[in-house]
């Protein structure tokens, strides 16, 4: 059973910084692409970030130059670092997993965390 744990949301006013964690339990987490999703009321789930067991990386062009997603592996961890945040960007941030190369499509993802809030005021 692979589980993905997120933390770090929480309130914050426009120009802030909020830095996300996402903890995987499973030995293969080396493997694994993961990615960083955000949904807000009424929308489709929304492509966030992206990273490569090697370290490549891959941005929505909404959050490029502001959001950085980077992993830890010997952690089993990945971290999703928030600069400049717009409100535009609240939302319900998801991590995810899958075996294979990175994706941006949710339907690629096989494992998923419960979610975390990302409010920004304005």
């Known amino acids: 059973q692979v589980q993905l744990v997120e933390s770090g949301g929480g309130l914050v006013q426009a120009g802030g910084s909020l830095r996300l964690s996402c903890a995987v339990s499973?030995?293969?987490?080396?493997?694994?692409?993961m990615a960083w999703f955000r949904q807000a009321p009424g929308k489709e789930r929304e492509f966030v970030a992206a990273?490569?067991?090697?370290?490549?990386?891959y941005y929505s062009d909404s959050v490029k130059g502001r959001l950085t997603i980077s992993r830890f592996n010997a952690k089993n961890t990945v971290y999703l670092q928030m600069n400049s945040l717009k409100p535009e960007d609240t939302a319900v941030y998801y991590c995810?997993?899958?075996?294979?190369?990175?994706?941006?499509?949710?339907?690629?993802?096989?494992?998923w965390g419960q979610g975390t809030q990302v409010t920004v005021s304005s």
């Open positions: 990273i490569n067991w090697s370290g490549t990386t």
């Open positions: 499973g030995r293969t987490f080396s493997s694994y692409a």
């Open positions: 995810a997993g899958r075996l294979g190369f990175l994706k941006i499509g949710s339907n690629e993802y096989t494992y």
